[in-house]
């Protein structure tokens, strides 16, 4: 454990210092007069508190006053910035080591030991309440109500912040009105229990240890522990010496004084160096002090050093940090700091009152003198001071830390676009910025998931509930026939009414045994107990009887009817032993075992657990369905991130070699997290399919709002109408929150729809939904193998693919594609939705992958044939929308940066022709305009320019220099973006190939002969010939 604070107490070479405030001076640094500052500051005080009568609290806000207008003058004249300088530079972590060990010292040697041992666990106890209400709401309210959007991280620091008492000026305020010094220990207990645990709990935040375990919660719990036992332990030990330094009657008293207050820092600095918490070990050292412990007479003398110390300390505080916030920029004090601020205040009141009411119990029970006046003289003592000052920029270093990762500005602008949630941004925010400092270290999906807690725990606990739950199966019983009793019994026991009279049975038994567990009630009523439990037992016997008959041996398949069973033989026994005890009263152990059964009565409500385990598996089941969508939402962004990721280290290396090394570890990093995404959606197809619908929902309304803004903006609606829009956007997003977390997946007839080159038309629909089969794969199967002709396309309905293949050649003749270099296999992940086959199949050629299940998989399938009989049918537009469909997906995967302003749908590409796609063939010439060519992109194949005789291969996106250019392979497959004008985009004389929907006439016999059945195609449920690993 000696890592675990380090890093917050140390300076690590290579590291910026956490400043005050502002950035290192522009200037060159000379030694100035910041040592006359601080005399003058220390005699101010002194006079100030001589004049205001030793007004301790007004002196300090006097000196906070005038430690911002210093601040002030030095934010707008260097002069000034050069005294105040070097306080700026000091790192924050410095002025705590400097300034709290003294303070801490002081509040608990004025601390009566024994006096805190006889209410130590009421002491504990108010801390850990306020602990508790300090996270719990404290920390809501700055997740809420903060404008600056801090992390989960951030708000628990701030909230433990602002939740720390003064140990010093939280009780001197109360000794004025002779409060009892028990309430004040008290007081100063709970305060010092706080800031010990706040001082470990900034350690382990800040160290190295949580950046590698990643909040296991079993070793932060350990190294906590270990936190606490070592500190107390050094604590002690150097208590100890002091002690034996201070009860020397030969000593010097100056010397004593001089060992003394270097023996405090010195415990201070050996606990955290040796990552220990320096507080608790100097909480531990006062604590074993009282007036014994001292030399004759020196104790006094010791105190007044310490209290001029700590006095004199408070006052540098106090200043030191109004200079801090009067050189920062006072345009950040806004109205919402302000509200902010006033709601800060309430809460911190209302969760000191919270804390006080909660223990006001104990309190009273352990000391009779409590009374709820004492209870609110505490809780208005809950004054916050110096350690909140010391550690509040420490929280402001955390928060604003810019960590240098292109990752974030993914992540938040993902979550400005509606494709993130807040909670699932803020912990991938929240796990970079804890992977970035690490050198070398890259952030993979398996980091992040550790953010999240496991759900095994909750799947086993809901497999564990849907093994108990009841099922009354009615097939388990046998018909005898023509007996009309046994039908008579068989039809009343499995009768919605015989179960609700076993639980109404098993309620009118409360009272009886409530009864019999009270000795008075029970001595007064011992023959109508015995009656009531004789009732109950035939009642009990009756209902078992009942089962039997109809089930028969079948009877003990059900658990319940088990635990029935032998809840129906304790109470026969119970009933023979009270019988025999009255024959034999004398017997001592018939008696004590009668007592026994009598208790064991109470397992006749053990069955009333039949009615809580279906709501319970519902809670868990929706527990499960949120951890699915929070997941796979982390996931998706994660993915996104990479791929921003690799555009932009395209766009600022260099060097090929680190781009290289780069590239090949964020698509490492992407092909993970693409698996995890498939198997999540195997795992909750219901849960991944409602939060889909509701990004896309969201994406929709983040665009009309942002559409919304521009048209504002330029005036072309007005303020009036477009604040209604906005409050529609914002009620619609609203309305979202209330979306359904699981909408049922499409059977497998309604995936047709999902192609998107099929356009949802009935009659393309139609035609592949006679002629497509259902086709099974289990885990491992391979469904097509790299080198094999196709045999047709497959739609995954379900389940998960892996994809192996060398790299993607797009149909560049071998001469040219052995200077491209990788030869690296590449790996994708196939989910619902996807199709395999489609490139092979337009061009019957061989497949360039092999396709191996991850999970059991179903899917669609099309053959070659009934694909090219479509081809023929609905020829040319349906090949030519495959095509625009491969095109689409080539340009956004490889050129995303360069078409961020196009609206490429393809929907609205076949609408509009907004692009559309260009076929070449070997040595066939085509001119580019660049008036109605705004991009052409190679998507297959290879051209040269005619002019420069430069090669381009696919995938690439012409220069604007390119004027004419020739195809070089045998099929050349380019996408043309045009203007994004749509009057003059359908009027293009370029656009070569029309994509409405035409019939030929072999279409038109087709559909005639459909329309003569007059019935709904047949959806062919036949299997496919499963391809079995070899």
């Known amino acids: 454990m000696s890592n675990t604070n380090s890093s917050f107490w140390v300076h690590k070479e290579g590291h910026k210092p956490e400043l005050l405030c502002g950035s290192s001076a522009s200037y060159t640094v000379v030694n ?133 008492t003064d140990p010093v000026h939280s009780v001197n305020s109360l000794k004025t009105i002779g409060i009892s010094k028990t309430y004040t220990d008290i007081i100063r207990g709970e305060s010092m229990i706080i800031c010990g645990f706040t001082s470990i709990c900034f350690g382990v935040f800040r160290s190295d240890f949580l950046h590698i375990s990643m909040f296991t919660e079993f070793r932060v719990i350990l190294g ?148 709820w006046r004492w209870g609110i003289v505490i809780a208005w003592s809950g004054i916050k001071g110096i350690f909140s000052l010391l550690l509040a920029p420490d929280i402001h270093n955390l928060a604003d830390q810019k960590v240098e990762s292109p990752q974030l500005s993914s992540f938040e602008k993902q979550c400005n676009d509606g494709i993130l949630s807040v909670e699932a941004a803020r912990i991938l925010i929240s796990a970079t910025k804890s992977f970035c400092p690490i050198q070398g270290k890259f952030m993979s999906i398996y980091d992040v998931s550790t953010y999240v807690r496991a759900r095994s725990w909750l799947i086993k606990f809901k497999n564990m509930l849907t093994s108990l739950e009841y099922h009354k199966d009615k097939a388990l019983f046998i018909l005898y026939g023509d007996n009309k009793f046994l039908l008579f019994v068989c039809h009343v026991v499995f009768s919605e009414e015989f179960e609700y009279a076993g639980h109404i049975i098993t309620v009118m038994y409360i009272y009886p045994m409530i009864m019999h567990l009270w000795p008075m ?9 015995i009656s009531v439990n004789n009732y109950f037992v035939f009642l009990y016997i009756f209902q078992a009887a009942m089962k039997i008959i109809s089930l028969k041996r079948k009877y003990f398949h059900q658990y319940w009817n088990t635990l029935e069973f032998l809840i129906m033989l304790v109470g026969i026994i119970d009933i023979f032993c009270i019988y025999f005890v009255k024959l034999r009263p004398d017997n001592f152990a018939l008696i004590q075992m009668t007592v026994i059964l009598g208790y064991f009565r109470i397992i006749r409500f053990i069955p009333f657990i039949k009615l809580i385990i279906p709501l319970l598996i519902n809670i868990v089941d ?25 555009l932009l280290i395209k766009q600022i290396s260099s060097r090929e070699s680190v781009y290289q090394k780069l590239y090949e570890i964020l698509e490492t990093n992407k092909r993970d997290a693409v698996k995890e995404l498939g198997l999540i959606e195997h795992e909750g197809r219901d849960v991944v399919i409602a939060l889909k619908t509701r990004q896309a929902i969201r994406r929709v309304i983040a665009k009309a709002l942002k559409n919304l803004t521009f048209l504002w903006s330029r005036g072309i609606i007005d303020k009036h109408e477009g604040i209604e829009m906005n409050k529609v956007f914002l009620a619609k997003i609203k309305a979202l929150n209330n979306f359904p977390m699981a909408i049922p997946p499409p059977t497998p007839d309604k995936y047709l729809h999902n192609i998107v080159w099929l356009e949802n038309k009935d009659v393309l629909i139609e035609f592949f939904k006679e002629r497509a089969k259902l086709a099974y794969f289990d885990y491992g199967d391979v469904i097509c193998r790299e080198g094999e002709m196709p045999q047709g396309i497959y739609l995954i309905i379900s389940g998960m693919a892996i994809l192996h293949s060398s790299p993607p050649t797009f149909g560049i003749d071998s001469s040219l594609r052995s200077e491209r270099g990788s030869k690296s296999m590449f790996t994708e992940y196939c989910t619902s939705g996807d199709i395999i086959g489609e490139l092979s199949c337009l061009l019957k050629r061989e497949t360039e992958y092999t396709a191996i299940c991850e999970t059991i998989l179903q899917a669609c399938f099309i053959s070659l044939e009934d694909l090219y009989e479509g081809f023929d049918v609905f020829w040319p537009s349906l090949e030519y929308k495959i095509w625009l469909k491969f095109a689409l997906s080539v340009a956004y995967q490889y050129f995303e940066s360069s078409l961020i302003d196009e609206d490429l749908e393809f929907q609205k590409c076949v609408t509009f022709n907004l692009a559309y796609v260009e076929t070449l063939s070997s040595y066939n010439e085509m001119t580019i305009d660049n008036v109605t060519m705004k991009f052409v992109i190679i998507v297959y194949g290879s051209v040269i320019d005619t002019k420069t005789e430069v090669p381009y291969l696919a995938p690439c996106i012409l220069p ?11 099929l050349s497959k380019l996408l043309v973006v045009q203007p994004s004008d749509p009057a003059k985009n359908t009027d293009d004389p370029k656009v070569m190939v029309s994509t409405g929907l035409r019939m030929s006439q072999r279409e038109y016999n087709w559909k005639r002969k459909y329309e003569e059945r007059n019935f709904p195609l047949s959806w062919n449920r036949s299997q496919t010939t499963r391809i079995q690993l070899p």
């Open 32 to 164: 100035g007069h910041f040592i006359m500052l601080v005399c003058s500051t220390i005699i101010l005080g002194g006079f100030l508190k001589t004049l205001l009568k030793n007004s301790e609290v007004t002196v300090l806000m006097i000196l906070s006053l005038l430690g911002f207008v210093i601040g002030q003058l030095a934010h707008n004249s260097i002069e000034v910035h050069k005294i105040v300088y070097p306080l700026l530079k000091t790192p924050s972590y410095s002025l705590y080591c400097y300034f709290s060990p003294m303070i801490i010292f002081m509040a608990a040697l004025d601390v009566d030991f024994c006096i805190l041992k006889n209410v130590f666990w009421q002491v504990l106890l108010i801390g850990l309440v306020s602990l508790l209400m300090t996270f719990i709401i404290l920390g809501y309210v700055v997740l809420k109500f903060n404008k600056d959007l801090w992390d989960l991280q951030s708000s628990i620091l701030f909230s433990m912040i602002v939740g720390m």
């Open 224 to 371: 906590l522990c270990l936190d606490i036992l070592g500190s107390i332990i050094c604590g002690y030990s150097c208590s100890r010496i002091i002690q034996f330094i201070l009860t020397d009657l030969f000593s010097n008293t100056l010397t004593s004084i001089i060992l003394c207050i270097s023996m405090v820092y010195m415990t201070f600095y050996i606990g955290e160096s040796f990552g220990m918490s320096g507080m608790i070990a100097l909480v531990t050292v006062g604590l074993n002090f009282d007036s014994l412990s001292f030399k004759p007479r020196i104790e006094v003398t010791i105190t007044k050093f310490l209290i001029m110390f700590s006095s004199i300390y408070q006052q540098l505080i106090y200043t030191f940090f109004g200079i801090v916030i009067g050189c920062g920029e006072t345009k950040y004090l806004r109205f919402h700091t302000v509200v902010f601020m006033l709601i800060l205040f309430a809460t911190v009141n209302f969760v000191r009152l919270l804390t006080i009411v909660l223990v006001s119990p104990l309190l009273m029970h352990a000391n009779y003198e409590y009374n």
């Open 521 to 529: 009630a029970r001595e007064l009523n011992v023959s109508g107990l």
């Open 622 to 646: 929706v527990q499960i369905k949120k951890r699915l969508r929070l997941m796979y939402s982390i996931t998706k962004g994660y993915v996104k991130s990479q791929e921003d990721t690799k």
């Open 960 to 970: 604007k220099t390119c004027e004419q250019i020739q195809g070089t392979s045998d």
